[in-house]
């Protein structure tokens, strides 16, 4: 097993261990890691273990000290941890530093978060983050634990770090350091956010880094596993390939495409992620070019963002933008898009080719792939491109089918999750395998049977097929989504479906996980800040239909920049964390919040004979009729309900008696219904 740490060793140990030697160890574990070590880096190193060494001794006996622990969540590694007495305290030095930082403040008080909700070993010790700017001329004396014996970050300098740590330790439940040594080796289970495991995943950790060490992390292992054989036997035996990958949601399809684009990308194997959910690309692609700069500017190397952003775009990029790159040069002969050799005989398209660069594609919401009716409408309207022959998913299927040795297709399919029209669904990826392309390798999920998927009688058709292998690690069967609630899937399916029963026993089970309900949205702000800590993102989501809900300062209408909404920090107001703009569940889908707060309007009304659902035009609501709009709405709800990982605030408006589009009855009835299942009022 490999470390976690750089050094570790008792107390007594590090006391006898020359400062040279310690410094080489961190050395040589450094620059296995990264090509070179920054001379800051080494008088850090310096100033933290001369330091500790003058401290530490009344503690021989009572504990361990390990430097450099990693974080693979994060990307980051705390510099300093030391167990005593039972006691987890996190260092994370700031030498030569006069200031605290509300960032280095928010990054020291990270770690402990996560170590308590991730560590095993660490779930019931108390974890005390102390933030020590080696040059700070005041230091904090409050020791503040919360419930879960997180301590609130304690602030502290040179001079008063040793008595901050037998303080710290008089405010702690103590006990032996007998298990120290599993400490060191416990099982670390992350449940990370689509963000941080991109991150993660492109800064070369593997996906048992950064996924719970469980059922869900051994599925995850065998699925990408499975892929990655599928490739490489493929591109050995000069072949095309096919595989459909199913999960429950939550489950980690994206994280598996992710994790398959990151690795061939590391082979040299050009691969792309493609996704139709335009403001997850937006989001995975600033994240990683802002995490690059950062890495790159701690190496002390420089790279400009549109560089860095140029280079993920290489790996991740919108459905539509590479299908309209693969149109490049094209023209219908006979029903069926071939290169136009004229074009690519023009000097200056040369370096263009109609076969795409990449030998591996990745679909993610494959099901979301558009019908040829869809499709041909609208690359007839905004193309200028009449008569289109192929739906979405037979296209896609064509522009890999160019290469001449061999390709791979992955396509990661939801199921009931659809919230726009003009789906094509997975039939139309089988049909478009039977119709044209038999001599292709097909690999299914055992579980695309199941009618959320709605492969309908198509699968039965590929029994005519060539190469068809059905595949039971093909399907991701367990939720990795909230490491606080596993039950929240179905506690929002019990009450979206009115089942009070049910989803009053779903609420129950979900201890660690706070839902709350108010008919103020001050009071839900407030109740948001409370209970986020370091940097945990909070915001405000809202149904795309919620258009009556201007009189609480949310107008729908205006369209958040969501790369700013889901990644900026807190002292920027464009952020989620200044609870201003809202967003829907087109901005969120595929994305989480840490804890959301979502405001319910009168679209979407709860009766005893059913949802009443209704849209805003003109000058009052109207009803909506049609079961795919309705099917949508409820979708949309779910999406909105299931967005936050660790709690959420539910508000529900008083309306107006005196403004006919807000009346109380449009909103009492679903109040009292949430109040009915259980749900607790602020």
């Not at 060191?184 to 950064?210: C, F, G, Q, W």
């Not at 969501?562 to 829907?584: K, N, P």
Request: hydrophobic share 40%.
């Amino acid at each position: 097993m490999v470390n976690r740490y750089f050094h570790g060793d008792t107390i007594e140990g590090f006391l006898a261990m020359p400062e040279t030697q310690i410094i080489g160890i961190l050395t040589t574990a450094h620059t296995s890691l990264h090509a070179s070590l920054q001379g800051l880096q080494n008088d850090a190193w310096h100033e933290e273990i001369s330091l500790l060494k003058d401290i530490l001794t009344p503690y021989i006996g009572r504990g361990h000290i390990y430097f450099e622990y990693t974080i693979p969540r994060m990307g980051r590694r705390i510099d300093v941890v030391l167990l005593l007495d039972g006691v987890v305290l996190l260092l994370e030095f700031k030498a030569f530093n006069e200031q605290y930082t509300k960032a280095d403040i928010a990054q020291v008080w990270d770690y402990a978060l996560d170590l308590k909700n991730f560590h095993e070993q660490s779930h019931n010790r108390p974890i005390v983050p102390i933030l020590v700017a080696t040059e700070a001329i005041d230091a904090t004396s409050d020791f503040i634990p919360f419930d879960d014996k997180v301590f609130y970050p304690i602030l502290t300098n040179r001079e008063q770090l040793a008595s901050t740590i037998a303080e710290a330790l008089l405010f702690c439940d103590k006990d032996n350091s007998e298990g120290d040594a599993l400490w060191a080796i416990s099982r670390y289970s992350p449940t990370p956010t689509i963000i941080e495991a991109a991150s993660a995943l492109y800064n070369n950790h593997s996906v048992e880094d950064i996924s719970r060490s469980d059922a869900s992390a051994e599925n995850l292992t065998t699925t990408c596993g499975f892929i990655s054989s599928v490739i490489e036997r493929a591109k050995r035996e000069h072949f095309k390939a096919i595989c459909f990958v199913t999960g429950v949601p939550g489950a980690g399809k994206t994280l598996v495409g992710l994790n398959i684009a990151t690795q061939q990308f590391e082979k040299d194997d050009v691969a792309v992620y493609l996704s139709g959910n335009f403001p997850l690309v937006q989001v995975l692609t600033e994240a990683l070019a802002r995490d690059k700069k950062r890495r790159m500017a701690e190496k002390g190397e420089r790279i400009a963002i549109g560089t860095a952003r140029s280079e993920v775009k290489a790996f991740i990029q919108m459905i539509h933008h590479y299908r309209d790159t693969c149109l490049e040069g094209t023209k219908v002969v006979d029903g069926r898009i071939v290169a136009d050799e004229e074009y690519f005989l023009n000097p200056k398209n040369l370096k263009k080719s109609f076969v795409p660069v990449d030998h591996v594609a990745i679909f993610d919401e494959a099901q979301r792939a558009w019908t040829k009716d869809a499709l041909a409408n609208f690359m007839n309207r905004k193309k200028g491109y009449p008569n289109f022959p192929y739906s979405e998913p037979e296209y896609l299927i064509s522009c890999l089918d160019r290469h001449d040795d061999w390709a791979v297709v992955v396509c990661l399919v939801g199921g009931g999750q659809e919230i726009n029209t003009g789906e094509a669904g997975i039939s139309e990826w089988i049909e478009s395998l039977n119709r044209e392309y038999k001599d292709w390798h097909v690999f299914i999920s055992d579980r695309l049977h199941d009618a959320e998927y709605a492969a309908g009688r198509s699968l039965e058709l590929l029994s005519e097929h060539k190469h068809v292998e059905f595949e039971p690690s093909l399907h991701l069967a367990v939720s990795m989504r909230s490491f606080r609630a596993e039950n929240l899937a179905k506690f929002v399916h019990k009450m979206l479906d009115r089942d009070i029963v049910g989803a009053r026993e779903a609420y129950q089970t979900l201890d660690k996980y706070p839902i709350v309900l108010t008919r103020s949205l001050e009071k839900a702000k407030r109740w948001l800040k409370e209970h986020a800590r370091g940097t945990e993102r909070y915001g405000m989501i809202v149904s795309s239909q919620a258009e009556r809900l201007k009189p609480l300062a949310i107008d729908v209408r205006f369209k958040p920049d969501v790369v700013h909404w889901f990644l900026d920090d807190a002292t920027d107001v464009r952020s989620s964390f200044y609870l201003e703009d809202v967003a829907t569940e087109f901005d969120v889908q595929g994305l989480e919040l840490d804890w959301s707060c979502v405001v319910w309007d009168g679209d979407f009304r709860y009766t005893p004979s059913g949802w009443s659902h209704h849209s805003f035009c003109g000058d009052k609501w109207q009803n909506i009729n049609k079961p795919e709009r309705k099917a949508f709405q409820k979708n949309a709800y779910r999406v909105l309900l299931t967005r936050a990982r660790q709690g959420m605030v539910l508000v529900v408006p008083e309306g107006n008696p005196e403004d006919p589009t807000r009346s109380p009855a449009y909103y009492d009835s679903t109040y009292e219904y949430l109040k009915e299942i259980g749900i607790k009022e602020i």
